[in-house]
């Protein structure tokens, strides 16, 4: 009966965590847009999130991929840490995170990023004719169209954004193992939420990894300006506790989590 009482306490516990939660990031979904588009303009805030799905696509698309084809060995092979604890678990495998990337995430970004390739020459009209009325503030020159969408001039960007899905995507994996490290220190069970960081881990090491070419050759390859970084560590764990919390009051999930 204590085991009962304790598990529907902290069930309890943590879905009023999760309503806040909720409500806390479509607060701030909502005061990025009214900053970036009175500040700047609606265009820009606009290009802002075309920008950063652009960019976190291919961690997203990887982070979904582990969980489809990560059955199998455990990476950390059953070994504990110091604590006596897991040092990652049972669920973060080598097949999740080679294959996650390599058969889900990498190729569907391809595709995605040669749709851009074939049409760009229809999509720059957009920014083309709209830069010149001053339409965009902070999104004010060409290239930053064409290096989300296409990677930068051709024939170069199509190097440049393959270099941007690997890292991307790979990213997103260490994120994930680093979440999972973490979380096993923190003695959080499987299953259990670990909030914010559960979607910030791989969001943020994508992040990284994918800006490194930036500090070699910053004049091909640019890392995401401080309005994007923000917009995603706002908007990716905004992604899943608010489209959980929905769902659970909706009656989809069991939990908001």
């Given at each position: 009966m204590d085991v009962s009482n304790n598990q529907n306490d902290k069930k309890q516990r943590n879905t009023k965590i999760a309503k806040y939660l909720a409500l806390f990031f479509t607060c701030l979904l909502f005061l990025n847009f009214i900053f970036?588009?009175?500040?700047?303009?609606?265009?820009?805030w606009i290009a802002l999130l075309i920008f950063s799905l652009l960019f976190i696509v291919p961690a997203y698309l990887s982070n979904a991929g582990m969980v489809i084809v990560g059955k199998g060995k455990p990476i950390d092979g059953g070994k504990v840490w110091k604590d006596g604890r897991r040092i990652l678990g049972d669920h973060k495998t080598w097949n999740g995170l080679i294959?996650?990337?390599?058969?889900?995430?990498?190729?569907?970004?391809?595709g995605l990023f040669l749709v851009f390739f074939i049409l760009w020459d229809i999509i720059r009209i957009i920014p083309d004719a709209g830069i010149p009325l001053g339409i965009y503030n902070l999104y004010n020159d060409i290239f930053f169209y064409q290096y989300y969408f296409i990677g930068g001039p051709k024939p170069i960007g199509f190097i440049i954004i393959i270099m941007r899905i690997f890292l991307c995507s790979y990213g997103a994996g260490i994120g994930d193992?680093?979440?999972?490290?973490?979380?096993?220190?923190f003695n959080i069970e499987s299953g259990?939420?670990?909030?914010?960081?559960?979607?910030?881990?791989?969001?943020?090491?994508?992040?990284?990894?994918?800006?490194?070419?930036?500090?070699?050759?910053?004049?091909?390859?640019?890392?995401?300006?401080?309005f994007i970084i923000i917009f995603l560590l706002i908007l990716t764990p905004s992604v899943s506790i608010i489209a959980n919390t929905v769902a659970y009051y909706i009656g989809l999930k069991d939990v908001p989590w």
């Open positions: 970036i588009s009175l500040y700047y303009s609606l265009a820009d294959k996650g990337p390599l058969y889900i995430g990498i190729p569907i970004s391809l193992l680093l979440g999972s490290f973490l979380k096993r220190r259990e939420p670990f909030w914010v960081i559960d979607s910030l881990d791989f969001a943020g090491t994508a992040i990284i990894c994918a800006s490194i070419p930036s500090f070699f050759i910053p004049d091909l390859y640019l890392a995401p300006d401080i």
